[in-house]
């Protein structure tokens, strides 16, 4: 049986590839295994990467270790929701005002640099849809911290935050700069294909902040120079202005639909949709449910569709539009 690699999967096995530390492996192997499609094609893919898994685990856990185990630790953000988005950025440039107005996550805003010293994640709605936004240390032309780079090799997409009131030159630059040392591709800067012509690179979004103290001119000079390659929002946590726009932004960067489960003969699940990357089929829904149940998957209805009527019975192969209610019928 074929193996069927998703271009998400591949994404991350050329992420794992290009890792320098056991920290960024480790990040990049638990993305391939959390979206490799799960079938008898890829079992022994499956086995390759699990037992890749237990023995860095294994070595981060021996007595030597035990200081950069702890390291990596911090730096591991197990993904969480529709999506991750890892927030960069320079000191003060209001990486934490983000996260503390658009989450519930405790976060030590301060008007001093470096008030965070290690990532802090918090969970965002757009819609009914939770997405996972992730506070991180500053960086400087000079320095991050040793380990930061795999919260944005693990992450969805990347936000790169600007202050609108400071250098944005320098800012991107920077940021730019150590994403680029560290052999981080971004969709912007340019075509990166692998060998099948499917696109690689993570998904960037520029956030730039402070809007109600620097006006419209350095936002439209930001715009003017990156806007071509990145989207950008701005925003202003003190007058909240942007902060729906940047909600609606990523949701839609991300390229997710969410699907409501349904079981026969009970009313679906309308609190908590099931999010899967545009393109997903039935079976991937059955898969993303339970991983047995994909081949146990016999029949399956749908409702709320943009293709079928209400009730229309639909195959497995059917692919899942935004907001449509799937009930299935297992064997």
Not at 319 to 326: A, M, S, T, Y
Request: some cysteine.
């Amino acid at each position: 049986m074929p193996a069927n690699l998703s271009p998400e999967y591949k994404k991350a096995d050329e992420w794992y590839r290009s890792a320098t530390t056991d920290e960024e492996r480790l990040t990049a192997l638990e993305e391939m295994l959390r979206v490799i499609p799960k079938h008898k094609g890829t079992e022994h893919i499956q086995a390759d990467i699990k037992r890749k898994i237990s023995k860095i685990k294994e070595a981060a856990t021996a007595p030597h270790r035990g200081a950069a185990a702890k390291r990596g630790d911090m730096f591991h953000i197990p993904k969480s929701g529709g999506g991750q988005v890892a927030l960069i950025g320079l000191p003060n440039c209001g990486k934490s005002s983000i996260l503390a107005h658009l989450t519930n996550a405790k976060v030590n805003v301060t008007d001093y640099p470096y008030g965070t010293e290690k990532p802090v994640p918090g969970m965002m709605r757009h819609e009914d849809v939770p997405i996972e936004i992730v506070d991180t240390p500053p960086i400087t032309a000079d320095y991050a911290a040793p380990g930061q780079v795999q919260v944005y090799r693990g992450c969805d997409m990347i936000g790169i935050v600007v202050d609108l009131s400071a250098d944005i030159l320098d800012q991107m630059e920077v940021c730019l700069k150590f994403l680029r040392e560290h052999r981080l591709l971004l969709e912007g800067e340019g075509l990166h294909l692998d060998d099948t012509g499917q696109t690689l690179g993570h998904k960037a979004l520029i956030i730039a902040t402070k809007r109600d103290i620097a006006g419209v001119d350095a936002g439209a000079t930001l715009r003017e120079l990156y806007g071509s390659s990145f989207p950008m929002v701005e925003i202003s946590t003190v007058t909240a202005e942007g902060l729906l726009d940047l909600t609606r932004t990523v949701f839609t960067m991300l390229d997710i639909v969410r699907v409501y489960a349904k079981r026969p003969g009970h009313p679906p699940d309308m609190k908590e949709p099931f999010t899967l990357p545009r393109g997903s089929s039935v079976s991937d829904l059955a898969n993303r449910i339970h991983r047995d149940l994909a081949d146990k998957l016999k029949t399956a209805r749908v409702w709320n569709s943009p293709v079928c009527h209400d009730g229309q019975n639909i195959p497995r192969e059917h692919i899942v539009n935004d907001k449509e209610i799937i009930e299935l019928h297992f064997a």
